[in-house]
């Protein structure tokens, strides 16, 4: 695709449940990055792939969260046992190289947790 | 540690009037810095970014921001506003120490035109 793809778009879960988000970087990035970002703030970084290993995962909360990349193109970012706190936009962004160059932003998946 | 700080929550200016969204830095080695902008529903976006050529860096849509370093600052500004500015802005700084690799991002500045 043109653009980094996130599905789904919006996510309505119940406490406690385990979710699932998708990221789908541009073609042939190799650098990807999950962001989370709630009403009124900025993005907060949560873990950058370069390749199919987490180069930097420092940002990731607490053990309930967790994220791969298999094959270094689409990543999932999975949460555990959610907990209404974890409600917020949850932003992918890809870049052709990592460091110092351009990141390209999804639209980000909504997470509600009620 | 890297960190930025956004120094205006909100900023509201008439069309035509001039632009200045404000943002300090603190940063362990040269830093790498960004502006990127986020319309309504609309992902973020790069407007510029400085990564140690040029002080004064021009993005798009005639944003221009200046690397000062005895300052820490990097300013965003846009001689005559646009109705389309109104936006949210970061100002961001890379984190490139040891392994990580991540952009670190203000709080943000939410821009009004008004009319």
């Known amino acids: 695709g043109a653009g980094v793809s996130q599905t789904p778009s919006n996510k309505v879960t119940e406490k406690g449940k385990y979710v699932e988000l998708r990221c789908d970087p541009i073609?042939?990035?190799?650098?990807l990055y999950w962001y989370r970002q709630s009403l009124g703030q900025g993005p907060e970084f949560l873990i950058y792939f370069q390749g199919t290993g987490a180069a930097d995962d420092s940002g990731l909360p607490n053990d309930r969260f967790f994220a791969v990349r298999p094959e270094g193109s689409v990543s999932t970012l999975k949460i555990q046992r959610t907990e209404r706190g974890d409600s917020a936009v949850y932003l992918c962004?890809?870049?052709?190289?990592?460091?110092?160059?351009?990141?390209?932003f999804g639209q980000g998946t909504r997470l509600t947790v009620v | 540690a890297q960190s930025v700080t956004q120094l205006d929550s909100h900023v509201s200016v008439s069309e035509g009037t001039p632009v200045l969204l404000r943002c300090n830095y603190s940063?362990?080695?040269?830093?790498?810095l960004f502006w990127y902008v986020q319309h309504p529903n609309k992902g973020l976006q790069l407007l510029l970014k400085?990564?140690?050529?040029?002080?004064l860096v021009k993005g798009i849509n005639g944003f221009e921001a200046e690397f000062k370093k005895s300052e820490t600052s990097f300013h965003l500004t846009k001689p005559s506003a646009h109705m389309s500015d109104a936006a949210e802005y970061f100002c961001?700084?890379?984190?490139?120490?040891?392994?990580?690799?991540?952009?670190?991002f203000g709080k943000g500045t939410k821009l009004s035109v008004k009319p």
């Open positions: 073609s042939g990035h190799t650098a």
């Open positions: 962004a890809s870049s052709s190289r990592g460091l110092n160059t351009e990141a390209f």
């Open positions: 400085y990564t140690s050529a040029a002080t």
């Open positions: 940063s362990s080695y040269s830093p790498s």
């Open positions: 961001v700084v890379g984190n490139y120490g040891g392994s990580q690799g991540n952009l670190i």
